[in-house]
C-alpha cells in the first residue's frame, strides 16, 4: 500500500507550523489574565478595580462579597469604569471577581487595607 504525497505534509513544513500555533496558543491564553485590587477606603466603603492583563475592561464582571461562612452578603457587577465600591462587613469577609471558569480572583478582606 502506497500513501498519496499530496494528502500529507512534508515533514520539514508540519515542525514550523505546529511551533507556530504552539506559541500563539500560549500568548493568546496568558493575553486574557484577570486582574484585581480592592482598597479600603478607610470611611466603611471599600473600592476594587478590575480589568485583564491584555489592557480589556471588566465592565460586567461578576464580584461577590461573601462573609466567613462564604454566604453572599453582596453580589453585583463591576461598573462601567471596571469599579465597584462597597459598604465594609463587620467581621471577616473576603471578595470573589468573577470572570468565569479558572478566571477567579479571591481576595481575603484582612488584606484590603488603607
Not at 504525497?5 to 515533514?11: K, S, V
Not at 478595580?49 to 452578603?73: C, Q
Request: charged fraction near 20%; glycine fraction near 10%; hydrophobic fraction near 35%.
Amino acid at each position: 500500500m502506497t500513501r498519496n504525497p499530496c494528502l500529507l505534509p512534508a515533514p520539514t513544513t508540519l515542525a514550523p507550523a505546529l511551533a507556530l500555533t504552539l506559541a500563539l496558543g500560549a500568548t493568546t491564553a496568558l493575553a486574557h489574565t484577570p486582574l484585581c485590587s480592592c482598597y479600603d477606603n478607610g470611611d466603611g466603603t471599600v473600592l476594587c478595580e478590575g480589568g485583564f492583563s491584555d489592557g480589556s475592561s471588566a465592565a460586567g464582571v461578576g464580584i461577590r462579597v461573601l462573609d466567613a461562612d462564604d454566604n453572599v452578603v453582596i453580589e453585583s457587577e463591576m461598573n462601567e469604569y471596571s469599579e465597584f465600591e462597597f459598604d465594609k462587613p463587620d467581621g471577616d469577609y473576603k471578595v470573589v471577581f468573577d470572570a468565569g471558569p479558572g478566571h477567579d480572583i479571591e481576595i481575603d478582606g484582612s488584606d484590603i487595607v488603607e
